[in-house]
């Protein structure tokens, strides 16, 4: 493809992407195919021949769209956002233009210089304490990775790296029932088996308890284990549970456990001063992780890792074959040391142009109106006899059940919720994600998307009260 060929077919996409963000809400949010309709369209086998763009982009529009589900769509209530912006999807043509690797500082010295200075302008907006430095990991699971793999080499003095587990007495981690899933994989991963990985009960509100946190760190420490990290939660996945930093905290320093806090979510809304009274005891945390590209605005991939101690990250996991040896070592930061996978793309580029677009104050303006259309939704909830919020709403997320009057909990109740779910996301207006609390089924509504108004709100509470009516009469 000639660049004026691709300059054709840029604006002819770029006039697609207008028209898509102007008219997303024509489509049903979560994909109506069934198993294998988007497969059928593609060969089995690849075109030996080049085909012409037109033709591919045809089958883009024809194919591939009905197969779509749509994130960006401002009815998206379901599981967490995972926003898009303009600003930011300009960024990423850049970034895909550039096709950098910026692995090293000389491998693209503003993608480097240009994350630390962007990371800590994150800080510095979030109200996270000096002396935090951040590093951009593609996903909150990678930066609980390096967390975990950062604990494992400090509760064994550096050796599980240099000799294997194999020696080692057992090593614990800990972290609250609510927590999200990518715990227990990354536990799985690095070898620490998920026998040892501790759940701790939670209170009435899902926050971690630190009495049972502190018992049963006392009874692995008898039992001849080392306890090697915690991970507690602001937002976790479920109800939003937040867990309490600072009697976590203590406890972490008395023991000298590794803290790592998993706020892959809900760290957007410490924009606003008002919801930073989860932050408190964050100085004892060693690492903590917010996903950008969750909540604010920015593309996927984006999550901002934020580390007390770079050192022992890097003595964690760096590693110099010849090649990658640079004159300026000692200098300048290179961030393949930092992270898992050696390639990186030029990430810091959206979050540099979302943040200089919108400023500080327009995304703190978002996010709080976010938050207020959660609370009035809430309202309407707990207005209608026959619904029931079923967790107390964390931010922008709230946990409800149908419950028609009467109606007992029981696994009747369960099948309904069940039910009504399936009804609601095959209807096509909104998308919902079902949840368990307490053991019994509850639906979750996640308000977040960029143009989620107050309008598209109560559209989508309309049309839970009235699937769920004419499933119940
Ligand atoms: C979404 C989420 C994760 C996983 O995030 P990825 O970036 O997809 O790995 C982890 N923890 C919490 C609390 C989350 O909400």
Same mark, same amino acid.
């Given at each position: ?7 054709r ?30 497969? @059928?369209t ?39 956002? @995972? ?9 990423e043509m ?5 096709g ?36 951009i ?13 950062t ?6 003095g ?25 715990t ?5 991963i690095?070898g ?55 009697a ?17 979510w ?37 999550s ?60 703190r ?64 207006r909104?998308?919902l ?24 709100? @109560? ?15």
């Open positions: 493809m000639s660049p004026e060929e691709f300059r077919h840029a604006h002819n996409f770029v006039d697609w992407m207008a028209d898509y963000m102007e008219s997303v809400e024509q489509y049903p949010v979560r994909a109506q195919t069934a198993p294998g309709d988007i497969a @059928a593609i060969p089995d086998a690849p075109p030996e021949e080049g085909e012409g763009m037109e033709r591919i982009f045809a089958d883009f529009k024809s194919d591939v769209i009905p197969g779509i589900t749509h994130w960006q769509h401002p009815r998206f209530f379901a599981y967490f956002p @995972a926003n898009s912006s303009p600003p930011s999807v300009l960024a850049l970034t895909a233009t550039l950098a690797q910026c692995m090293l500082w000389q491998t693209s010295p503003a993608a480097t210089e240009m994350e630390t200075k962007v990371l800590d302008w994150l800080r510095q907006m979030t109200g996270l304490p000096e002396g935090l430095t951040g590093v990991q593609d996903s909150a699971s990678g930066a609980i990775l390096c967390a975990l793999l604990a494992r080499e400090k509760a064994t550096w050796q599980a790296n240099e000799k294997g587990l194999g020696t080692q007495p057992t090593l614990t981690v800990y972290t609250s029932n609510q927590t999200h899933s990518a227990e994989k990354n536990v799985k690095i620490l088996g998920r026998e040892n990985l501790r759940l701790i009960d939670v209170d009435e509100n899902f926050s971690m308890r630190p009495d049972l946190l502190e018992a049963q760190i006392e009874a692995d420490i008898a039992a001849g284990c080392i306890p090697a990290c915690v991970v507690a939660s602001i937002g976790a996945t479920g109800v939003g549970a937040v867990d309490p930093l600072r976590i905290g203590e406890i972490c320093e008395r023991h000298k456990i590794f803290l790592h806090v998993d706020a892959a809900a760290g957007t809304a410490w924009l606003l001063p008002e919801q930073r009274w989860m932050l408190d005891g964050i100085e004892y945390a060693d690492s903590l992780v917010f996903n950008p590209h969750k909540w604010m605005l920015t593309n996927f991939d984006c901002a890792h934020f580390v007390k101690d770079p050192d022992a990250l890097i003595r964690t996991l760096s590693i110099l074959p010849e090649f990658l040896k640079s004159r300026e070592q000692g200098q300048i930061i290179d961030y393949r040391d930092w992270s898992v996978p050696l390639g990186r793309r030029f990430r810091a580029l959206k979050l540099w142009m979302v943040i200089r677009s919108y400023g500080a104050d327009g995304l303006k978002i996010v709080r109106h976010h938050i207020e259309l959660a609370a009035e939704l809430e309202a309407w909830i707990a207005a209608e006899p026959d619904f029931e919020i079923v967790a107390p709403r964390s931010l922008a997320l709230i946990n409800f059940r149908y419950r028609p009057e009467g109606m007992p909990e029981s696994e009747d109740l369960d099948r309904l919720n069940g039910t009504l779910l399936q009804r609601i996301n095959d209807d096509g909104i998308y994600t079902q949840n368990k609390v307490r053991g019994r089924a509850a639906i979750r509504f996640s308000i977040g998307q960029t143009n989620t108004e107050r309008r598209h709100v @109560a559209e989508g509470w309309d049309v839970v009260k009235e699937i769920a009516r004419d499933l119940h009469r």
